[in-house]
């Protein structure tokens, strides 16, 4: 295993011997998954460029370690949909995985070396099976959450091979199929309900992240045409020891395998869970923001819009009861309609993005989506065929709130125009909040102090260093878009 590097490892020992880091951030620093510094990709939607950001400096240190076509070893060029994995690996490698074409690259950091390129397809003539995370389990096994493919013209979806977990091989790449991590099958309409296969909705695998001893997978549990028909969201839990999936709800569901509902009662349900899960081993704390489900192409009509946003809320899931054999506990923390005091639903409200950073138990963040004008000029698309539906045009912002108390910080840290801001990224061990804004083409970086014990609505704490904002490449129209650690 390769070793953590050295300025982070002197730093880590600086900041356990004074006491200056809680027990999670220690974690992140030292535990099973290492980061060493933060990884920026950069798109146009055609083509990628990989840089990568030292901690310290908080500046690009290799500004374009790998590209789509200018990085030997690549059997496939990156297309202009790449993601990297949510959780560093342990081994200190990069992994990037291409939703376009399908596969997995892992990179050598620093030097930017292919260390291999691996299809993540379970045979040569399946459609794009449309991978959406990547998590190193050990030096024998990767887990690949894959979505599934899928068109908005014809609806169709891959449901022979899609909506699971797979194993793969990180030496080889060879894949292993397991059935019980065929979601559609252990939470469908054959199994225990959880996902409505007979109306057309899939599990729609998402994330990856560590939760204890377990692996948590985020389950959109929505239409294949994102017609707007979905469930409530879901989270399977994951025994990497064994590949098995847990039972969420031992108590309540006896002879069944439940996933975590992400319903807190009292109408608090959260649909379309995102792309980041937050974990707190100190707590056995679950964190997971909810865009809700988008409907007729992000246009408010028919009251759509005013339902996603009812069902976009960040959650907290409790996994501590498991070790009892009782069931997770889920709280619902904050709604996205809490950082829109005095606003009117829906026409000054928008859903949260599913970013979210939990700097410290008292200080998160999260992003919102904004919104295009429906009937405004030069938008996406007109609101066809309900033209008369008002117009909208919220900014997207960036906002802070207290995951303790749930309150919400009214006044947003930062504001662009709808879809501009990318992922945001919390480093507790240089306090810092990252976040990539596709609107100045610039990585912009706030200075934040992690025990305030407020909303972050105290300015001064959270107050934006616009001289540290940097563009993590020079290339022209290749924008960032996501931020990882690696």
């Not at 076509?69 to 560093?88: E, F, I, K, R, W």
């Amino acid at each position: 295993m390769k070793k953590i590097g050295m300025r982070i490892m002197a730093a880590a020992l600086v900041c356990a011997a004074t006491g200056a880091c809680t027990t999670d951030e220690l974690q992140v620093l030292l535990g099973g998954s290492p980061a060493q510094g933060v990884l920026a990709i950069s798109t146009d939607y055609a083509d990628t460029v990989v840089s990568s950001v030292d901690r310290l400096s908080r500046q690009a240190a290799v500004s374009e370690l790998v590209t789509s076509g200018g990085s030997a070893g690549l059997s496939a060029p990156l297309s202009g949909d790449v993601v990297a994995a949510h959780t560093p690996s342990p081994f200190g490698e990069i992994l990037l995985l291409d939703r376009t074409e399908g596969n997995l690259t892992i990179v050598t950091p620093g030097t930017g070396a292919i260390r291999g390129q691996f299809g993540v397809r379970s045979m040569s003539e399946d459609p794009n099976p449309n991978p959406t995370d990547v998590l190193v389990v050990s030096d024998e096994k990767i887990y690949v959450a894959r979505q599934g493919q899928f068109t908005f013209a014809a609806t169709t979806f891959d449901n022979e091979r899609s909506n699971d977990v797979v194993i793969m091989d990180p030496l080889t790449g060879d894949l292993t199929e397991v059935p019980a991590f065929d979601f559609n099958v252990v939470f469908g309409a054959s199994g225990t309900g959880h996902v409505n296969t007979a109306g057309n909705d899939f599990a729609r695998a998402d994330a990856l992240s560590w939760a204890g001893d377990y692996v948590a997978v985020t389950l959109l549990n929505a239409d294949a045409a994102f017609d707007g028909s979905a469930g409530t969201g879901l989270i399977a839990l994951l025994d990497p020891a064994t590949d098995t999936i847990v039972d969420a709800t031992p108590d309540t569901s006896s002879g069944t395998t439940d996933p975590i509902v992400l319903d807190a009662g009292g109408g608090d349900v959260c649909q379309g869970p995102g792309t980041k899960l937050v974990y707190r081993p100190t707590t056995q704390i679950l964190y997971v923001a909810c865009s809700g489900i988008f409907g007729d192409y992000y246009a408010p009509q028919d009251g759509d819009h005013a339902d996603q946003i009812d069902a976009s809320r960040v959650m907290a899931v409790d996994l501590s009861p498991l070790a009892e054999g009782n069931d997770v506990v889920v709280t619902s923390i904050v709604a996205a309609e809490d950082f829109y005091t005095g606003g009117t639903m829906p026409d000054e409200m928008s859903p949260l993005s599913g970013e979210l950073v939990i700097l410290s138990p008292t200080l998160g963040f999260v992003t919102t989506y904004g919104s295009f004008g429906c009937n405004a000029v030069g938008v996406m698309s007109p609101c066809s065929p309900d033209t008369s539906a008002p117009p909208q045009n919220v900014s997207q912002a960036l906002f802070s709130f207290n995951p303790a108390t749930g309150e919400a910080n009214t006044v947003p840290l930062a504001n662009a125009f709808a879809y501009s801001f990318g992922s945001i990224l919390g480093d507790p061990f240089t306090n810092t909040l990252y976040l990539a804004d596709s609107a100045v083409g610039a990585v912009r970086i706030w200075d934040v102090d992690p025990s305030d014990n407020g909303n972050g609505s105290d300015l001064s704490d959270t107050a934006e260093d616009e001289s540290a904002a940097f563009a993590p490449t020079a290339r022209p129209g290749i924008l960032p878009r996501s931020l990882t650690f690696y």
